[in-house]
């Protein structure tokens, strides 16, 4: 071997040494990896491997750490449903501080499992699961305030969250706390949005004439609309939120209005005509609406009340009790006949309270004004609204679009001698009451909307005094040589100009569409004043 080759083999191994030479972060070498990689490409034979080269050289350094890399694990995140099981951990717990007995002593709660389970046979519920969660959630809420009676009233659909929702009434004096600090918020509000005005007219402007009409008081707590106290969450084992008391005004544009619930409650209420508030005053609106109209119960379990006052003052409210007589009506009685049934909560009159108040009614203020600018005509005493009485029969409902406002029927025609019967309102598609016994109860499971217009407005028989809906729009309008084949023949012989260029015929069209579109509105317009014109004359 001359010393050229010697010379060679030692660059060989020089070079060698400098490829098996092992990094300091991985511990491996070039020479392997290279070997490793030509290797793959002998094997495989990939198509232009040299394109493929470098990611053939990736994937031979990844598996080498397929062995250790086996027992390690991407940490997925907790998913929804995972976070709301973990919420509703605490509804299981038994409390510590908790009786030992606790089926010896008196519960706010009616049995939710068996109201659950003649629902279930009516066709209507939550489900066997989510009942019991529920059950627990209201337990948890009873414990919390002191209550004397607390229930489900029902679930709201949203389009985001649902609303589970309970009803709930205080014992006396438990709320005035709170009613008062409602009222000093007001008042408060009030104050700081007169001394706003004040401080911002620096220069005295001219006053307007313009009185406007006056506010309709709400109802106070325990009385009439806001009989009741809701509380409402999204789900069970979240916090319960108290729903604000409902006004008139609030009745009123709801009655009006039609709007798809969120399930967040600080939602804003985007309508026309404006609706006073946010969606927790909207849900506690309907509440409201739904409860008068659907609360039902058969004929004979509640009995009215004789008192003196309650005549003279002409209030019907507290004026039912429970019949500790009563015996029951027949399953056949309850589904072939409405009149077994009756309504027993008061009807929401149109002026958005249970009990009519006189607005005209003035103070020793305004009257003494009055005298003193020596006013003669005395203003016409409105003629008291009455509602229907309390324990009115289903059968004087009112038709809606000619459909009856509630449908009977069995829970089982194959045993008809074990069945309940069921009732369910057409104007509240969702509510549903059940009869078995002397045993009664409502539920509202649906859907936030009414089906139509004219369903937003109570079932229950009163005269016609709000204002009736816009007629529908009238059909696009045809131009004269559309009409008829007379009249395009006759359009194209005298009248029918050139084919202009086909810029000068597109701004043609559009006058065509912009003309068709105002003669659409303007017609419209015509057929709403002309029925405004006769509302107002009738």
Request: aromatic share 8%; charged share 30%.
């Amino acid at each position: 071997m001359d010393g050229t080759q010697q010379v060679s083999v030692q660059v060989a191994a020089s070079f060698k040494a400098f490829l098996m030479k092992s990094s300091s972060k991985t511990n491996l070498n070039l020479y392997d990896h290279l070997s490793r990689l030509l290797m793959r490409v002998i094997e495989e034979r990939p198509h232009d491997a040299v394109d493929v080269m470098e990611d053939l050289s990736h994937d031979v350094k990844l598996r080498l750490y397929e062995d250790t890399q086996s027992s390690l694990q991407d940490l997925q995140p907790a998913t929804a449903a995972e976070e709301l099981a973990e919420q509703q951990k605490v509804l299981f717990v038994r409390p510590e501080d908790a009786p030992e007995h606790e089926f010896e002593l008196e519960s706010a709660l009616p049995n939710v499992s068996e109201i659950a389970y003649f629902l279930a046979q009516a066709g209507v519920g939550l489900g066997r699961e989510e009942t019991q969660r529920i059950f627990l959630a209201l337990k948890q809420l009873v414990s919390s305030y002191t209550m004397q009676r607390c229930r489900l009233w029902g679930k709201i659909l949203g389009t985001e969250r649902s609303y589970v929702i309970a009803e709930a009434e205080f014992a006396e004096g438990e709320e005035e706390d709170d009613e008062a600090a409602e009222e000093a918020a007001d008042d408060e509000a009030r104050d700081v949005d007169a001394d706003a005005n004040g401080d911002s007219e620096m220069d005295p402007l001219p006053q307007s004439t313009y009185k406007p009409p006056p506010v309709v008081p709400k109802e106070a707590k325990g009385t009439g609309a806001n009989k009741f106290v809701y509380f409402v969450c999204n789900e069970p084992g979240l916090p319960w939120s108290k729903l604000p008391s409902v006004t008139p005004a609030q009745i009123t544009v709801a009655r009006q209005i039609r709007k798809f619930f969120t399930g967040r409650l600080d939602a804003p209420i985007v309508s026309y005509p404006p609706f006073p508030g946010n969606e927790a005053n909207y849900l506690r609106a309907q509440i409201a609406r739904i409860s008068a109209g659907t609360q039902i119960s058969p004929q004979g379990f509640y009995q009215a009340i004789e008192e003196e006052g309650a005549e003279e003052e002409g209030s019907e409210e507290d004026g039912i009790e429970e019949n500790p007589e009563f015996e029951g009506v027949t399953v056949g009685e309850l589904v072939d006949s409405l009149s077994s049934w009756v309504h027993h909560t008061q009807h929401i009159l149109h002026q958005g309270r249970c009990t009519w108040v006189n607005l005209a009614s003035k103070t020793e203020d305004e009257s003494n004004e009055e005298e003193a600018e020596e006013i003669d005509e005395d203003p016409d005493e409105p003629e008291p609204e009455v509602g229907p009485p309390l324990l009115t029969p289903l059968s004087q409902d009112a038709e809606v679009f000619e459909t009856v406002p509630w449908s009977s029927s069995l829970s089982s025609t194959l045993t008809s001698q074990h069945a309940i019967a069921v009732m369910r309102s057409n104007c509240w598609p969702g509510a549903c009451a059940y009869a078995y016994a002397n045993l009664r109860t409502s539920t509202w499971d649906g859907a936030s909307s009414t089906r139509a217009t004219a369903t937003a407005r109570s079932c229950r028989r009163r005269r016609r005094t709000s204002t009736p809906a816009p007629p529908r729009l009238r059909r696009t309008w045809t131009p004269p040589w559309r009409r008829s084949r007379r009249c395009r023949t006759r359009w194209t012989r005298s009248r029918r100009p050139r084919r202009p260029r086909r810029e000068t015929r597109t701004r043609s069209r559009t006058r065509r569409t912009i003309d068709w579109s105002f003669r659409r509105i303007w017609g419209t317009l015509l057929d709403w004043s002309k029925t405004m014109e006769k509302h107002s004359k009738s």
